[in-house]
């Protein structure tokens, strides 16, 4: 035997290795103690009287307090958006906005390191990823935006776009910067002016993006921020001086939604849940293969609406594929959010872990077989261990429902015909993923995969100019690109 390959026998395994702690400053950015609603450019105490607390779900320690706002609360701040609208905001030169969106992209990035500490500190998500995808995204949202505003006769010819009006924006807490990014960017471009929720778990950088606005000199009354539960949420939906509802989150909620705006002649779009089958053919590239396959299910810790819940393997390149994967699983590291080499970081609640835990206690229940690496977890805060679970039947809760959490979920297939069929049994359709070096075969999947968005070797790939969204029960319209504005917009 070579010494090399001696070596190779007794090199100690990823576990025994010891990284030095990386942490970023979390000096860089200072809460205050209360936080009040924004409406119509000040921030105000909400008439509701009623407060609650945002924790840092990795120490469970109490960052700050926000205030929820009640009906008269949402009233005021819709009020404030139509106001703002009508007196100067809609009438604008379309040049003018986009001069405010352009300021706003840039000081995103001119505070990205700050904004990206206070996503991980409020949601729990390593800070490599709010540093290097949920910041820089979400000021290419705004750039991208920016360049439509005085061009919307280009975007959509002989077509006369208008704005909306006032829009209701509800957001959740997987990607709480991002998706305002996503909302407000394209509303304020096409000329309306936005009330925005964020969800109660993750209210600080739409906070601390109030300070943006202040900074850009953005007019009054263009983005109010009312910070609450789901309660404040439904305020938003009933109030008729809303023009447009957009919402991402629950499946459950959408349907809600639906239903309460039947009728109403107010716009609606929906970005809902998903399983997205994230499907490995024999002729795939595998180490490639299997760093999408990570990255489409513990990114975030799994927390992604199109994540790749379900991986679907070509039975000649199984096991592998199973033994490569858990292999790299040894190597991923969970823990504080703010250490640089962190890859799997806090889940974002005490309530989204208890709906992990239960789900996959009923993968073990209903007979699949689960893998999960030796893993040290903090004492504090909220975690679950990255799992695998292979022998999964399609019948599985497991294989049907969204964990929303760094589970994933293995089936196989012989033929390219039953990867289809099985991918598109669910009752979502928002994303896939395909790994073949087959350009043809790559084509042959997309025509046939129900899903919003299908990638071909590679995984959870943004980009604003890109449409996302779904249907079935992943919901419909889209965002991102010039779909995206015109869902902001009525035409004759
Ligand atoms: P959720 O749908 O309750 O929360 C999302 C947002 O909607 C929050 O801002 C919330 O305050 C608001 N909301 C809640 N009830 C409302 C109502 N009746 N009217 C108007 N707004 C309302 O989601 P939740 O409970 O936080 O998570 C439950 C599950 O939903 C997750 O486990 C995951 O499967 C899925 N989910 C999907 C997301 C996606 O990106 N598509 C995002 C968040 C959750
Ligand atoms: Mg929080």
Redesign the pocket.
Known sequence: MTDVAKRKDVAPAPLEWEYAPAPEARDIVRFEERYGLFVAGEHVDPKSGQWFATISPASEELLAEVALAGPEDVDLAVGAAREAYENGWSGLRPSERAKYLFRIARILQERSRELAVAESLDGGKPIKESRDVDLPLAAAHFFYYAGWADKLEYAFPNRRPRPLGVAGQ??????PLL?LAWKIAPALAAGNTVVL?????TPLTALLFTDVCRQAELPPGVVNIVT???????H??KHPGVNKIA????????K??QR?LAGTGTHLTL????KAANIVFDDCALDQAIEGIVNGIYFNQG???CAGSRLLVQESIYEPLVSKLKRRLTTLRVGDPLDKNTDVGAVN?K??LE?IRELVASGEEEGAEIYQPPCRLPEKGYWFVPTVFTNVAQSYRIAQ?????PVLSVLTFRTPEEAVEKANNTAYG?SAGVWTEKGSRILWMTERLRAGVVWANTFNRFDPTSPFGGYKE??FGREGGRHGLEAYLTFD
Do not use: Y
Request: include cysteine.
């Open positions: 509800i957001i959740p807490w997987n990607f998706m929720k964020p969800a109660e778990t609450g539960d789901g309660s404040t949420g439904a938003l939906v919402f991402t989150g629950s499946t459950e909620v959408g809600a939604i309460e970005e809902l849940g998903g927390h992604v609406c609640s309530a989204q709906r429902e969204e964990i929303f959490g928002l992943s919901g």
